[in-house]
């Protein structure tokens, strides 16, 4: 009963080590986390290691269902929007400065609004 239960424990903080670790290195491709788990698969069963298979195949099983690819379009569009919604952030503060009259803070409030608009245009030239 000990044996067995410690080898189930023991199975258990490994998957988790491993599928910590396979999710760590974000830039990592999906393809990438599958081959190497397959690989690790492949190591565990030539050896004979069951426990350490059937925690990889859970682990590749977690991959499968959970890992999504990073969609460049998605990060490109998003951060436009961001940039975008800073410019606007600015040219409010910017009005507001304006209203309130101090020649210092409406010089700072154009300094912020002219490096949000380099910034947005930055992006739209990607």
Do not use: H
Request: some cysteine.
């Amino acid at each position: 009963m000990i044996p067995s239960l410690f080898c189930n424990l023991s199975l258990l903080i490994g998957s988790v080590l491993l599928i910590d670790s396979s999710w760590a290195g974000s830039r990592e491709s999906c393809a990438q986390r599958r081959a190497e788990l397959v690989f690790q698969i492949e190591r565990a069963e030539a050896t004979g290691n069951v426990y350490r298979q059937s925690g990889l195949e859970q682990a590749l099983a977690n991959v499968e269902r959970y890992c999504q690819e990073p969609l460049a379009q998605d990060d490109r569009s998003s951060a436009l929007q961001k940039a975008e919604a800073e410019v606007r952030r600015r040219q409010n503060y910017l009005e507001a400065a304006r209203q309130y009259g101090d020649v210092k803070i409406i010089r700072k409030q154009e300094a912020r609004l002219e490096r949000a608009q380099t910034k947005l245009q930055k992006l739209m030239d990607e």
